[in-house]
């Protein structure tokens, strides 16, 4: 197995900051095992909401997945107070058993850097490819057509007030 790691913001702000890790399981040698387990090992201050995915998690943490039919891993990282460093690294190990007793490991890491609010209008860059899986996985039923399940919820509607922040929200918000 090989591990492909995408974030969708090349940077991130250092107090309140959102980004989302793409984690791209990309099959090799091993094709025939089945189940693994994702760890991620993040610096202090930086945190994850549960996988976007709706894999099942341990307490630990770890995300179990299913290799057969699961291909990636979709986490949000975020920030609650201001960090005191510039960058950080974010370990992604990919976990599986290749007998009995014994256990394969294959682990990545991304650099996650960290800026001020006001440097993050001015060199922020979008991965639109990681954008798109967020908004995939935020609205499943959009690829289900005539399905007898399907609610049709009618979209958020914003109103734009003009203010100090407002450029902010129209460059960084996100409709799902």
Not at 120 to 140: G, K, S
């Amino acid at each position: 197995m090989m591990l492909n790691l995408r974030m969708a913001k090349s940077i991130m702000e250092q107090e309140e900051g959102m980004n989302h890790l793409w984690i791209q399981l990309l099959p090799t040698e091993f094709s025939a095992i089945e189940k693994a387990e994702v760890s991620i090992k993040l610096p202090n201050g930086l945190y994850r909401a549960p996988n976007l995915n709706g894999y099942e998690e341990s307490e630990s943490n770890d995300i179990f997945i299913n290799l057969s039919h699961d291909k990636d891993v979709l986490l949000e990282l975020y920030t609650q107070t201001a960090v005191d460093f510039d960058e950080a690294c974010v370990i992604v190990t990919l976990s599986f058993k290749v007998t009995e007793n014994r256990w394969k490991e294959f682990s990545k890491d991304v650099t996650v850097r960290f800026v001020t609010e006001e440097e993050m209008e001015e060199i922020v860059e979008l991965d639109q490819q990681v954008i798109e899986r967020v908004i995939e996985l935020r609205n499943p039923a959009v690829g289900v057509p005539n399905s007898d399940d399907l609610v049709i919820l009618r979209p958020r509607t914003y109103e734009l007030r003009n203010n100090e922040y407002a450029y902010l929200e129209q460059k960084y918000r996100v409709d799902y």
